[in-house]
């Protein structure tokens, strides 16, 4: 009587490598896409036949066994919520150059990525523009036209985990963290709250405010964390930050640290005094080219933003952007982008983060 069981994962891998040199003529080379996702099967595809003139396999996984026959130069494997892309990353691993694509990619998925040798992770839910650019990218440093193409260990991509590229898994558990959170938040008086709430998590106490850019040149408080100043003050400390420090940021939106009484009084210039014997961060969340909010923080000098803290924000702050834009395009279709910071909009009252 036969025996039905399957075959040995070996005898598979033995016989993808004797169909390595015979079936190059009969199922050519090129690019197989994994998933369970209609939607991001034909997205993905899409991108790949722009790239290379003529359209990859798509599979299931309940087919992923077909790889053998295929022989592909690269397949990228989207990721699906029983794991699956695991057990055939596991299998085929050690035969094909693979890539993971996931919607929200998770700090385990990373680790267990690097760990199974794949050579680039992309992340589906965001910017296609940056999507496109980096499998376009990907699929030709692959291909075997390329006599300088070589695979890599694991190199994120920039616009979405760069950070694991150096092995810092910090800021890759701030990615994987904050983007997860802000992702739930579906306004922005929520997402604006989460964020500070979040900021006061990983870099400690600071004072901290968020601004909003209105129809004219002003700024509207979006929200604040008052860790240290008297209360009697923070209002007016508040309308000083906004008459001098917005507009500061939305001049100069890179993140920058101001730090010593020369720098805040270039900061600040009359109203520097508030803020003796403390020191300053400030960036915009920009999304193509537009700042969404400007971001201020600062804290006694004696407990200095490190350069740590600095990498951080920079990780939130990229996310905040993202998450901004998603919001006014999904719920403010038909409100001008100059109104959405209007106190129709918000309300009275900023909300408190803490």
């Known amino acids: 009587m036969a025996d039905a069981s399957p075959e040995p994962k070996k ?3 033995s016989m993808a490598s004797s169909l390595a040199g015979s079936s190059a003529s009969t199922f050519g080379s090129g690019v197989a896409i994994v998933s369970d996702s209609h939607q991001h099967g034909v997205l993905l595809a899409g991108m790949v036949k722009a ?7 798509v599979l299931a996984y309940d087919h992923a066994d077909d790889l053998i026959a295929l022989q592909p130069d690269l397949v990228i494997l989207v990721a699906d919520a029983e794991g699956r892309w695991r057990t055939t990353a596991r299998e ?5 150059d693979m890539a993971l694509a996931a919607e929200a990619p ?4 990373a680790t267990d990525a690097m760990r199974r040798g794949l050579v680039d992770l992309f992340v589906l839910d965001g ?18 036209a390329d006599d300088n193409a070589s695979s890599q260990p694991l190199a994120l991509v920039p616009a979405d985990m760069s950070d694991a590229q150096n092995g810092d898994m910090d800021l890759v558990t701030v990615r994987a963290e904050f983007g997860g959170l802000a992702r739930l938040e579906l306004d922005v008086e929520s997402l604006l709250r989460t ?28 929200a604040y964390v ?11 400390l508040l309308d000083h930050v906004a008459a001098s420090v917005a507009p500061a940021i939305e001049a100069d939106p890179n ?8 720098a805040l009084d270039n900061l600040m210039g009359e109203h520097a005094a508030w803020l003796t014997g403390c020191e300053a961060v400030t960036f915009a969340a920009e999304h193509e080219g537009e700042m969404l909010a400007a971001v201020a923080l600062f804290r006694d000098d004696r407990d200095p933003f490190g350069v740590r803290t600095m990498q951080r924000l920079g990780v939130i702050s990229e996310l905040l952007a993202q998450q901004l834009a998603r919001i006014i395009r999904v719920h403010h279709r038909h409100v001008p982008i100059d109104q959405w910071g209007s106190s129709e909009e918000h309300g009275e009252d900023p909300p408190m983060a803490a």
């Not at 993140?255 to 020369?262: Q, T, Y």
Request: charged share 25%.
């Open 11 to 13: 005898n598979r891998r």
């Open 51 to 57: 790239t290379l003139g003529h359209a990859p396999a």
């Open 92 to 96: 085929f691993g050690d035969e094909f």
């Open 106 to 109: 998770t700090v385990e998925d």
């Open 127 to 144: 910017p296609q523009r940056t999507l496109a650019r980096n499998v376009t990218d990907l699929v030709r440093r692959t291909s075997p």
């Open 195 to 222: 964020t500070l709430e979040y900021v006061l998590h990983k870099i400690g106490p600071t004072n901290a405010a968020v601004f909003l850019p209105t129809s004219g040149q002003d700024f509207t408080l979006g």
């Open 226 to 236: 008052n860790y240290d100043c008297p209360r009697d003050c923070v209002d007016v």
């Open 255 to 262: 993140m920058r640290l101001h730090r010593g009484e020369e």
